[in-house]
């Protein structure tokens, strides 16, 4: 794989054939063709140039709490920006964060200047670029996109600035996803809220976390999107699935849309199992669940994804 693949240039700081099994919270994955960690945004524009004219595909890891990548891994240029975009500042109740900044930790910064607004984020291990995404969120509504002010993006090789008007926010989804923008960074509205009930407030939902999700064993979080009106953990543990296994990988009993492993596990075993779980549950109940993890590889997706 690597013979046909071009040398970058030296001062683009590429690494070849680096496991993306370091840079995802599964801890699995097989080697990014290239992999950077540009020190500010004109060292990724040059890698982003590099990329295009050479026509390899461009990935931003965020936190990697919601990717699967393969095994084989992905001949692709994939870039951190947690040197380029890892900063935040405060301009009264208004926040502006790069892109890999992580959720928890803006939570917190937040809740010590007595702001709140992101204690519902204090569990999701993502970036604010990987947030943009999805729409990341929890149970009760609370979501990224009721917060966002403005979104700056990197955009047919130039910097722009979206108002949160030109996006749209759903459920797991934004107009974001899929775009070909790539997130740089976001300004959020937050509120005025005494530090001490945001801190209250995020470690009762830290504590229910603990209580009801495998925090101890790698995992993605929830592996597949709620369908209409139901629950995909409800639909998985009335199929019978908790505990299913496929190698090292295996439903959580805890949490039925939870898939852990033991450290040994692989994205095919991983793969495999969500299948299963999907047969299963569309025998179960007629619901065809559908994954909310991304799939990361060359070629055609497993059936999972499909
Ligand atoms: C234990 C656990 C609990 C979780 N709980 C929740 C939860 O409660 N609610 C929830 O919504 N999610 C949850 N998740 C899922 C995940 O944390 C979120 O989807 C998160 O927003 C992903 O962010 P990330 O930075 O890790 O993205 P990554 O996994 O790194 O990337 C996901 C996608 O976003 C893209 N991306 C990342 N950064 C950028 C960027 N700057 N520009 C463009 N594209 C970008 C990537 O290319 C990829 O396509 C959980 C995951 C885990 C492991």
Same mark, same amino acid.
């Given at each position: 794989?690597? +013979?046909?693949?071009? $040398?970058?240039?030296?001062?683009?700081?590429? &690494?070849?054939?680096?496991? =993306? !099994?370091?840079?995802?919270?599964?801890?699995?994955?097989?080697?990014?063709?290239?992999?950077?960690?540009?020190?500010?945004?004109?060292?990724? &524009?040059?890698?982003?140039?590099?990329?295009?004219?050479?026509?390899? /595909?461009?990935?931003?890891?965020?936190?990697? +709490?919601?990717?699967?990548?393969?095994? #084989? *891994?992905?001949?692709?240029?994939?870039?951190?920006?947690?040197?380029?975009?890892?900063?935040?500042?405060?301009?009264?109740?208004?926040?502006?964060?790069?892109?890999?900044?992580?959720?928890?930790?803006?939570?917190?910064?937040?809740? #010590? /200047?007595?702001?709140?607004?992101?204690?519902?984020?204090?569990?999701?291990?993502?970036?604010?670029?990987?947030?943009?995404?999805?729409?990341?969120?929890?149970?009760?509504?609370?979501?990224?996109? @009721?917060?966002?002010?403005?979104?700056?993006?990197?955009?047919?090789?130039?910097?722009?600035?979206?108002?949160?008007?030109?996006?749209?926010?759903?459920?797991?989804?934004?107009? %974001?996803?899929? +775009?070909?923008?790539?997130?740089?960074?976001?300004?959020?509205? %937050?509120? $005025?809220?005494?530090?001490?009930?945001?801190?209250? &407030?995020?470690?009762? =939902?830290?504590?229910?976390?603990?209580?009801?999700?495998?925090?101890?064993? $790698?995992?993605?979080?929830?592996?597949?999107?709620?369908? $209409?009106? @139901?629950?995909? *953990?409800?639909?998985?543990? !009335?199929?019978?699935?908790?505990?299913?296994?496929?190698?090292?990988?295996?439903? +959580?009993?805890?949490?039925?849309?939870?898939?852990?492993? @033991?450290?040994? *596990?692989? !994205?095919?075993?991983? !793969?495999?199992?969500?299948?299963?779980?999907?047969?299963?549950?569309?025998?179960?109940?007629?619901?065809?669940?559908?994954?909310?993890?991304?799939?990361?590889?060359? *070629?055609?997706?497993?059936?999972?994804?499909?």
């Amino acid at each position: 794989m690597t +013979s046909v693949l071009p $040398p970058p240039p030296a001062d683009l700081g590429l &690494e070849r054939e680096v496991p =993306l !099994a370091r840079h995802t919270y599964m801890r699995i994955g097989g080697p990014a063709a290239y992999l950077g960690v540009p020190e500010d945004l004109a060292q990724f &524009e040059r890698i982003a140039g590099w990329a295009r004219e050479t026509g390899l /595909r461009l990935r931003v890891i965020g936190g990697g +709490s919601n990717v699967c990548v393969s095994d #084989e *891994g992905v001949r692709d240029v994939v870039v951190s920006l947690r040197r380029a975009c890892g900063t935040f500042a405060f301009d009264g109740t208004e926040i502006t964060a790069g892109a890999a900044v992580m959720l928890p930790a803006l939570a917190r910064a937040a809740a #010590e /200047r007595d702001l709140g607004g992101l204690e519902f984020a204090i569990g999701i291990p993502g970036s604010i670029g990987g947030a943009l995404q999805t729409n990341a969120g929890i149970g009760d509504g609370r979501c990224i996109g @009721d917060l966002v002010r403005a979104v700056d993006v990197w955009r047919d090789g130039a910097r722009a600035t979206l108002p949160a008007s030109a996006i749209t926010f759903e459920y797991r989804h934004t107009s %974001l996803r899929g +775009s070909g923008d790539l997130v740089l960074g976001a300004t959020l509205a %937050l509120v $005025p809220r005494p530090r001490v009930e945001c801190e209250a &407030e995020m470690r009762r =939902l830290l504590e229910t976390r603990k209580r009801t999700q495998p925090t101890a064993e $790698p995992n993605a979080g929830s592996v597949f999107r709620n369908p $209409p009106g @139901d629950s995909a *953990g409800r639909l998985i543990d !009335a199929a019978g699935c908790k505990g299913l296994a496929e190698g090292h990988a295996r439903v +959580s009993t805890l949490h039925a849309n939870f898939i852990v492993h @033991d450290g040994q *596990g692989t !994205a095919t075993e991983i !793969a495999a199992l969500m299948a299963a779980v999907q047969h299963r549950v569309l025998a179960a109940s007629g619901v065809r669940l559908r994954p909310e993890v991304e799939w990361w590889g060359d *070629g055609d997706a497993p059936e999972a994804w499909q």
